[in-house]
């Protein structure tokens, strides 16, 4: 049986560059579920090493609420992913989310140095999906979340870099990038992880927006990462359960809590055929639907 607090939304998952202090701090008053403080493309070479004691010392500072904190950190093979993994793992955000995941090994190694700085079990990775060989290697990425040590909890899709390094376009749609992203979904889904979709860069065109988080959550994607605050409102609307769903949910499942249906793996509910999966599938809808209306 779910509840509430199995369930963290992440509807919304709000980048921000580690330089700029004014969204750092804006931050604190917008209502998205996640907050990226991000000190790789964002950031400019020379900036870096102001941004990390930014990031660094706005989480130790707190005040962002129900808000969930993940640093994304430079790649290991760059001048800065060494001080950045370092920095993080003693500022002790929610999550580190480390760029440029090729392989499995990939994520190991920086787990074994999480891991050696005594991090507490909270501060969990997350894993950019970005690059071809992510792509080919989606299942043992996923996979590395069987072993609790390497603290794995959720993909985020790269998708400008998936198209800087494939060649594939962005289009409306997502036709070209559909095979991956449902690819990663299934991968994540089969060793339990989080999943949340890319970007959309065009932030001031608001039915295109609205469009793609539809679609992703349709593909089933947990939320969206964003650029821009007013983003995080219609990410919020797509990956929220509607009302109706809600309802719907709960009459399944109080269908199959009557004595009559006790012994019933198929009923009839207003009509429609449904199955002890759907009542499963309800209640965690339901689960969710009670862990926003608790943010609230
Ligand atoms: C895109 C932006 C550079 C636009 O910034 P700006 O020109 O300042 O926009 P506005 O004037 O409209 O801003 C209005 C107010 O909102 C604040 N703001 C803007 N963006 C953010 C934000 N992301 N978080 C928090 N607050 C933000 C401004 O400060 C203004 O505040 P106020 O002073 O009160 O009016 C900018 O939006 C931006 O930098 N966005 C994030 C870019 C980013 O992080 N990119 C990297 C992540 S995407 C990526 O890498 C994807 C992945 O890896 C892949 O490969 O796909
Ligand atoms: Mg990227």
Redesign the pocket.
Known sequence: MTSPTDFRPRRSV????GS?A??LE??KT?DADTLIL?L???VAPDAKDSAREAVVAAVKAGGYGHRELVIRINAADTPWGAADLEAAVAARPDAILI?KVSTAADIERIADRVNAGHAPAKVKLWA?M?TPLAMLNARDIAAAARNPETRLACFVM????LAKETRARILPGRAPMMPWLMTCVAAARAYGLDIVD??YND?NNESGFAAECLEGAEIGMDGK?L???KQVGPANAAFSPSDEEVNWARRIIAEFDKPENARKGAIQVEGKMVERLHADMGRRLVALAEAIAARK
């Open positions: 709000l980048y921000m560059p700029n004014r969204a804006k931050a917008l991000d790789e493309d964002a760029p950019m970005e790269g998708t400008n870099d890319g970007v932030f990462t650029i821009h605050p």
